[in-house]
């Protein structure tokens, strides 16, 4: 990894520009989840778009997803290397295999997943992003309710097998986040293999949850309500810490949720995360549009980028090849 700040450039280019159909993925690449926002009376509705970069953040291509109607989000390669994302709004599981190519969406319960978990035996787990019936904050989009209903959802986990059979829905509680509608919007399986890390997006809880016993467990991390510190996405590194969002940068805490090192961006909104690979990781900053690359051992951010669009990058990942 050279070092490589750009602050506007590749990342901006004319919509049409570098758009192909298919691009298979290369060792490293990264991919960013950063919808066209096209309407002015919806701030999450817009023409879904991927973008791939190379590991040093220069643009490559930009994937198009013409049947999402909202923000696309929760980005994150499998084991077997097929990358999956996901419009909350429109109910959709959007997959891609390793040569780019678009694959059948998934077919999940109606919900408005928002992101996706593995387990090292094949399971895998689906987030709802949504909870509760109302926001307490003011919107400028509409959150959709579950059909038949009047609520968003219920911020549930729900457990499939390796083949994609549903096998249960975990009643997970969550804490709704800033606005009270966020439900599970992220979530990683500790090392022990059974307990679920997660949190509400903007809350200041890291919850847990027993997976085989299905009950929840006390708080991994509980900050003050309205004393700032608020948590975003999470990963365990390669190292086992585990590395959450918090806006400003990245904490890294231990099993015991004691801070061990705090990572500083410099800027707030930050929010996404990407899986750790060999000592480095990528995030997205939802508010401004950028992108960064973090070496863990120094703490030096080695390369950075603009997408072009604020508020719009939710989601990131790189390709493990």
């Given at each position: ?106 077919k999940a319960p109606a919900r408005s997943f928002g992101h996706i978990t ?204």
């Open positions: 990894m050279h070092r490589r700040a750009v602050l506007a450039g590749l990342g901006a280019l004319p919509l049409s520009a570098m758009s192909q159909t298919a691009l298979a993925f290369a060792r490293g690449d990264v991919v960013v989840g950063c919808t066209v926002l096209n309407d002015p009376k919806d701030d999450h509705r817009g023409r879904g778009r991927i973008l791939q970069y190379d590991a040093e953040l220069r643009l490559k291509n930009s994937i198009w997803l013409d049947d999402t109607t909202h923000i696309v989000q929760g980005l994150k390669f499998s084991p077997d290397r097929t990358l999956w994302a996901f419009d909350s709004f429109a109910y959709k599981v959007v997959r891609l295999s390793a040569d780019g190519r678009r694959l059948p969406d998934f593995f387990a090292e035996d094949g399971r895998f787990f689906l987030g709802e992003n949504f909870v509760g019936e109302k926001s307490r904050v003011p919107l400028g989009t509409t959150l959709p309710f579950m059909s038949g209903t009047r609520r968003f959802g219920d911020g549930h986990l729900f457990e499939f097998s390796k083949t994609g059979k549903l096998i249960r829905e975990h009643a997970t509680p969550v804490h709704g986040g800033m606005g009270g509608f966020q439900g599970l919007t992220s979530s990683a399986i500790a090392p022990d293999g059974r307990t679920l890390i997660y949190t509400s997006e903007s809350g200041p809880r890291i919850m847990r949850w027993d997976l085989i016993a299905q009950r929840s467990l006390p708080d991994l991390v509980i900050a003050p309500e309205n004393a700032g510190r608020i948590f975003f996405d999470l990963r365990f590194d390669e190292a086992g810490r585990l590395l959450v969002v918090n806006g400003r940068g990245i904490d890294a805490v231990d099993d015991a949720g004691r801070l061990i090192r705090s990572y500083s961006f410099g800027s707030f909104g930050w929010a996404s995360l990407a899986t750790p690979r060999s000592g480095y990781v990528y995030a997205s900053n939802f508010f401004s549009g950028e992108l960064a690359c973090l070496d863990l051992a120094s703490g030096e951010i080695v390369a950075r980028v603009q997408t072009g669009i604020r508020k719009s990058a939710s989601g990131i990942d790189s390709f493990p090849g």
